[in-house]
C-alpha cells in the first residue's frame, strides 16, 4: 500500500561523497549576505554568508535552460559522475546512500570487533541489539567460512523438497519456504484492509517469478526472446552447480521456465495493479477454499505459524486461481524443481561465491547492466539494514542525525502543508465539496520525520555466529511473524516502512503519513548552510511529492482516514481524470531505454506527485520570502536557485539494460523527465529562466492537476 518516493534500486545518486556542500565554494563571492543582515556585527563573528547552494560545476552553462533544463542544470554532474563498474546507475541518491553505506559500516565494524567476545562485550555495556548485529555482519563478511560450508546450508532444505510425496504435503512446506523468505507461487502477508483501515488483515498476492516483471516472461520481441534464452542458461548453469548433469539440468530449466510462465500469464501487469480497486477482494475462508479446492489452507496456516485468519484480501483471484490450476496440472516432479530453483534463487547471494557470481551475471550484469560484483562489505551491510534496520538505525541516528535537522523539516512540513492547503483552495476546476473533503485529508495527514518513535523489539530474532544463511533465514522468518502478529489487532502507527538511514521517502495511504527518514536529510537534498531556495527545491519538492502521493490518481481515492471511500462528486472526479489524463500522455511520449517509451500510466502517479510536490515546493517558498530582501547569490536569482536546487537532486547516469528493466518496472519516470516533464508545466518556470513560449521548456500545452 506504499508509495515509494523512489525505490533504492533504481535511483543511485552521487556528488556527496565527501564534498563539501554544493556552492560553497562560489559562495566566497557572492553577495556578504550575513554582514548585510548583521551589519553592526564584528566581521568575525558574522554568520558565514549563506552559499548559494547550486552546484554550478554540475551544470553544464553551453546548454540553453529553455530547450533542456535538465541538461544545463546536471551536463556537468553527468559527464564527471559515470555509472561506477559495480551500479547500474549512479545518481544523487545513489551516492549519498553510498556515504550513508559507508557510516553504517564503521557502526558495523566496532559492533562485529567487540561481539566476538559476548561476556566481554555485555560487562562494557553493550546490548543485545549490539550483539546481534555484530554477529550477523560478522558472519555474513567472513567469505571464508561461507566457501567452507559450501551447500551444506542449503541441504537440508533440498532435502525436504525432495522427500515431498504428494500435493497434500505441499503447503506444509510451501509455508516453511515463506517463512524462509522464498517466494514460490504467490506471497501471503498482513496489511491494513483497504476498506477499513482500522484493522489489519492477511493478504495473499501474486508472486513466484524470478524475471522483474510478468512482462519478461510473455513479450514477443527480440531482445525479449534473448533475454528469456539467457535466463534459460542460467537456470541450468545454477542447477549445474547443485551438481546436476547437464541433461538434467536443461530439463529442470525448461520445467522451471514453464511453471514460472503460466504464473506469469496469470499475473496482472503493474500498471493495472496500481488501481487499489483491482487489488482488493475480501474473501471468507470458505470462499478462498472455493478459490483453491486443491490447497490445503488450514495446514498452510498452521505451518506459518500464522494467528487465525477468518477472512483475508485475495489481491488477485485469477492468480490463485491459475495456483490451483497449476497444481492439478503440473507433475510433482516439477513443481519439487520449480521449489527447489526458487530456494536457490533466493539463497544465492549468501551461499559460495560461484552461486553468488552466477547470480549476479544474470540479474545485475545481463539485465542491470552493472559491470562489477558489489564489494562484500557493502553486500553485508545491506544485508544487516534488512535484518535488523532498526537497530541499526538507531545507532546511525544517535551518531549521525542532528536533531535540528528534524526540528527544521518539521516547520518546512508545515510550511509545504499550508501552501498545498491554498493550493487547494484556489483550485478553479474543482467544487467546494471536494475541495473541503480534500482540505480534510490534508490536514488530517501525519508527518513522521527521522526515525520511529518507537524502535523494534528484537528480541524473537535469534543471530547465529557463523551461519549466514540461517540468520538470513531467521530474518525473513522474524519479520513475517511481526507482521502476522498484527492481524486482528490495533493499527501501530508509530510504525516505519524505511529504516532510518534510507535516502528515501514515502507516503502510505492506509496510514495517510509521510515518513521522511533521517539518511536523506542531508545534501543535496536539505543543507541548513545554503542559501533556502535550493533547500525548498529540494527537500521541500520531497515533501510535496509525498503529500501530493496523497491525491494522485490513486491515492486520491482513500480517505483522511486512509479508506479506499470515494469522496469525489461526480463532475470533479471526471475532471480530475481529464487533468491526469493530460500528465500520462505528456510522459508516455519520452523515449527511454532505445526504443522503449515512458509508460505514462505506470508513472502516474509518481509524476502527478513531482509536479504538485514542485508547484507546493514553490508556493511555500514564495510565502516564506515575503517581507526579506530579493537577492542574486552566485548570478542566479531566488527562482532560478529554487528551480536548480529541484533539478539538481535527479542528476544521474544510467545503464541502458538497467534503463529498460525501469521502464518496464518502476513507477517513477527517469531523472531527466522528473525535472523536464515537471517544470513545463509550471509558468513560473518559464518565467524564472525568461523562456520565450513555445520554447521546449515552456510549451504552449501544460497540464495540471494540482
Ligand atoms: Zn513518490
Given at each position: 500500500?506504499t508509495?515509494r518516493f523512489a525505490t533504492s534500486?533504481s535511483?543511485?545518486?552521487?556528488l ?9 565554494g562560489?559562495?566566497?563571492?557572492a553577495?556578504p ?6 551589519p553592526?556585527?564584528?566581521a568575525?563573528a ?11 560545476e554540475?551544470m553544464?552553462p553551453?546548454v ?5 533544463f535538465y541538461r544545463y542544470?546536471c551536463g556537468?554532474?553527468?559527464a564527471?559522475?559515470?555509472v561506477?563498474?559495480?551500479q547500474?546507475?549512479w ?10 553505506r ?9 559492533d562485529?570487533a567487540a561481539?566476538?567476545?559476548a561476556k566481554?562485550?555485555?560487562?562494557a555495556?553493550?546490548d543485545a541489539?549490539q ?5 550477523f555482519?560478522?558472519?555474513c563478511?567472513d567469505?571464508?567460512g ?10 537440508p532444505?533440498?532435502?525436504?523438497i525432495?522427500a515431498?510425496r504428494?500435493?497434500a504435503?505441499?503447503?506444509?512446506l510451501?509455508?516453511r ?10 506471497r501471503?502477508?498482513?496489511?491494513q484492509?483497504?476498506?477499513d483501515a482500522?484493522?489489519?488483515?492477511a493478504?495473499v ?6 524475471l522483474?516483471?510478468?512482462?519478461y516472461y510473455?513479450?514477443?520481441?527480440a531482445?525479449?526472446?534473448a ?7 542460467h537456470?541450468?548453469?545454477m542447477f549445474?552447480l547443485?551438481?546436476?548433469a ?6 529442470d530449466?525448461?520445467a522451471?521456465l514453464?511453471?514460472?510462465?503460466t504464473?506469469?500469464k496469470?499475473?496482472?501487469?503493474r500498471?493495472?495493479?496500481?488501481d487499489?480497486l483491482?487489488?482488493y477482494?475480501?474473501l471468507?475462508?470458505a470462499?478462498?477454499a ?12 498452521a505451518?506459518l505459524?500464522s ?14 486461481k491459475a495456483?490451483d490450476g ?5 507433475g510433482?516432479a ?6 527447489r ?10 551461499l559460495p561465491s560461484?552461486f553468488v557470481?552466477e547470480s549476479?551475471a544474470?540479474?545485475?550484469?545481463t539485465l542491470g547492466g552493472?559491470q562489477?560484483?558489489r ?22 541516528v544517535?551518531?549521525?542525525f542532528d536533531?535540528e535537522a528534524?526540528r ?7 510550511e509545504v ?11 478553479d476546476?474543482?467544487?467546494g465539496?471536494t ?7 490534508l490536514?488530517?495527514?501525519a508527518?513522521k520525520?527521522?526515525y520511529?518513535?518507537?524502535?523494534r ?5 535469534a543471530v547465529?555466529?557463523?551461519d ?10 522474524f519479520?513475517?511473524a ?5 492481524i486482528g489487532?490495533?493499527v501501530?502507527?508509530q510504525?516505519w516502512?524505511?529504516?532510518p ?8 495511504s492506509s496510514?495517510n503519513?509521510i515518513?521522511?527518514p ?7 537534498f ?7 531556495a535550493?533547500n525548498y527545491?529540494a527537500i521541500?519538492a520531497?515533501?510535496?511529492h509525498?503529500m501530493t502521493h496523497?491525491?494522485?490518481?490513486r491515492g486520491?481515492q482513500f480517505?483522511?482516514?486512509?479508506n479506499?471511500?470515494?469522496w469525489w462528486?461526480p463532475a470533479?472526479?471526471?475532471?480530475f481524470?481529464?487533468?491526469?489524463a493530460?500528465?500520462?500522455d ?8 532505445g526504443d522503449l517509451?515512458v509508460n505514462?500510466?505506470?508513472?502516474l502517479g509518481?509524476n ?5 510536490g514542485l508547484?507546493v515546493?514553490y508556493?511555500?517558498y514564495?510565502a516564506s ?5 530579493r537577492?542574486?547569490?552566485d548570478g542566479f536569482?531566488?527562482?532560478q536557485?529554487?528551480f536548480l536546487?529541484f533539478a539538481?537532486?535527479w542528476?544521474?547516469?544510467t545503464?541502458l539494460e ?5 521502464v518496464?518496472?518502476?513507477p517513477h519516470?527517469?531523472?531527466r ?8 508545466n509550471?509558468?513560473e518556470?518559464?518565467q ?9 521548456m515552456a510549451?504552449?500545452k501544460?497540464?495540471?492537476a494540482w
Amino acid at each position: 500500500m506504499t508509495i515509494r518516493f523512489a525505490t533504492s534500486a533504481s535511483l543511485a545518486a552521487a556528488l556527496a561523497l565527501g564534498c563539501p556542500p554544493a556552492g560553497a565554494g562560489a559562495a566566497a563571492a557572492a553577495q556578504p549576505v550575513a554582514a548585510a543582515v548583521q551589519p553592526t556585527a564584528p566581521a568575525s563573528a558574522a554568520p558565514a554568508p549563506a552559499a548559494a547552494g547550486v552546484g554550478r560545476e554540475d551544470m553544464e552553462p553551453g546548454v540553453d535552460p529553455c530547450v533542456d533544463f535538465y541538461r544545463y542544470a546536471c551536463g556537468g554532474w553527468m559527464a564527471h559522475h559515470p555509472v561506477p563498474p559495480d551500479q547500474r546507475a549512479w545518481s544523487r541518491f545513489g551516492a549519498l546512500t553510498d556515504a550513508n553505506r559507508t557510516k553504517l559500516r564503521d557502526i558495523l565494524a566496532v559492533d562485529a570487533a567487540a561481539a566476538a567476545d559476548a561476556k566481554a562485550a555485555e560487562r562494557a555495556g553493550r546490548d543485545a541489539d549490539q550483539q546481534k548485529l555484530g554477529d550477523f555482519y560478522a558472519t555474513c563478511m567472513d567469505e571464508a567460512g561461507v566457501e567452507k560450508r559450501g551447500v551444506a546450508a542449503l541441504r537440508p532444505e533440498l532435502e525436504r523438497i525432495a522427500a515431498l510425496r504428494s500435493a497434500a504435503e505441499l503447503p506444509a512446506l510451501l509455508a516453511r519456504l515463506h517463512r524462509a523468505g522464498v517466494s514460490a507461487l504467490f506471497r501471503f502477508s498482513a496489511a491494513q484492509d483497504a476498506k477499513d483501515a482500522t484493522s489489519v488483515i492477511a493478504v495473499v498476492d501474486a508472486g513466484g517469478l524470478a524475471l522483474p516483471d510478468r512482462d519478461y516472461y510473455l513479450k514477443t520481441d527480440a531482445k525479449s526472446a534473448a533475454q528469456r534464452a539467457e535466463y534459460r542458461e542460467h537456470l541450468q548453469r545454477m542447477f549445474g552447480l547443485l551438481g546436476e548433469a547437464p541433461a538434467r539440468a536443461a530439463a529442470d530449466a525448461a520445467a522451471v521456465l514453464d511453471v514460472e510462465t503460466t504464473l506469469a500469464k496469470a499475473s496482472l501487469d503493474r500498471a493495472s495493479r496500481r488501481d487499489p480497486l483491482a487489488v482488493y477482494h475480501k474473501l471468507g475462508r470458505a470462499e478462498l477454499a472455493a478459490l483453491t479446492p486443491s490447497f490445503g489452507w488450514d495446514g498452510y496456516l498452521a505451518a506459518l505459524e500464522s494467528p487465525p485468519v477468518s477472512s483475508l484480501n485475495v489481491a488477485e483471484p485469477e492468480f490463485l486461481k491459475a495456483v490451483d490450476g497449476l497444481l492439478r496440472s503440473t507433475g510433482l516432479a516439477n513443481l519439487q524443481t520449480y521449489l527447489r530453483w526458487q530456494l536457490l534463487h533466493a539463497a544465492a547471494p549468501w551461499l559460495p561465491s560461484a552461486f553468488v557470481n552466477e547470480s549476479f551475471a544474470f540479474f545485475d550484469k545481463t539485465l542491470g547492466g552493472a559491470q562489477e560484483l558489489r564489494p562484500r562489505w557493502k553486500r553485508c551491510v545491506e544485508a544487516t539494514d534488512h535484518a535488523l534496520g532498526e537497530a541499526l538505525g538507531r545507532e546511525y541516528v544517535a551518531r549521525w542525525f542532528d536533531p535540528e535537522a528534524k526540528r527544521r523539516t518539521l516547520a518546512l512540513v508545515g510550511e509545504v502543508e499550508k501552501a498545498m492547503g491554498r493550493d487547494i483552495a484556489d483550485l478553479d476546476w474543482m467544487g467546494g465539496e471536494t475541495k473541503r473533503r480534500a482540505e480534510d485529508k490534508l490536514a488530517a495527514i501525519a508527518n513522521k520525520i527521522g526515525y520511529p518513535d518507537v524502535w523494534r523489539d528484537y528480541s524473537r530474532l535469534a543471530v547465529v555466529r557463523g551461519d549466514l544463511l540461517g540468520n538470513v533465514e531467521r530474518g525473513e522468518a522474524f519479520e513475517l511473524a511481526r507482521r502476522l502478529a498484527k492481524i486482528g489487532k490495533p493499527v501501530e502507527r508509530q510504525e516505519w516502512l524505511m529504516t532510518p538511514p534510507t535516502v528515501n521517502a514515502y507516503y502510505n495511504s492506509s496510514m495517510n503519513d509521510i515518513n521522511i527518514p533521517a539518511g536523506i536529510l542531508q545534501p543535496p537534498f536539505y543543507d541548513p548552510a545554503r542559501d533556502d531556495a535550493p533547500n525548498y527545491g529540494a527537500i521541500g519538492a520531497v515533501i510535496g511529492h509525498e503529500m501530493t502521493h496523497g491525491f494522485d490518481d490513486r491515492g486520491s481515492q482513500f480517505d483522511g482516514h486512509g479508506n479506499l471511500a470515494d469522496w469525489w462528486t461526480p463532475a470533479d472526479e471526471a475532471e480530475f481524470k481529464r487533468r491526469t489524463a493530460c500528465i500520462a500522455d505528456e510522459y508516455s511520449a519520452f523515449p527511454a531505454g532505445g526504443d522503449l517509451h515512458v509508460n505514462g500510466r505506470l508513472t502516474l502517479g509518481e509524476n502527478t506527485a513531482d509536479n504538485g510536490g514542485l508547484r507546493v515546493a514553490y508556493q511555500a517558498y514564495e510565502a516564506s520570502r515575503t517581507g526579506k530582501p530579493r537577492q542574486t547569490l552566485d548570478g542566479f536569482t531566488p527562482e532560478q536557485r529554487f528551480f536548480l536546487g529541484f533539478a539538481q537532486i535527479w542528476c544521474s547516469n544510467t545503464t541502458l539494460e538497467a534503463e529498460r528493466q525501469n521502464v518496464r518496472t518502476n513507477p517513477h519516470s527517469p531523472g531527466r523527465y522528473r525535472v523536464d516533464g515537471t517544470v513545463v508545466n509550471m509558468p513560473e518556470f518559464q518565467q524564472a529562466f525568461q523562456c520565450k513560449a513555445g520554447s521546449p521548456m515552456a510549451p504552449e500545452k501544460r497540464c495540471r492537476a494540482w
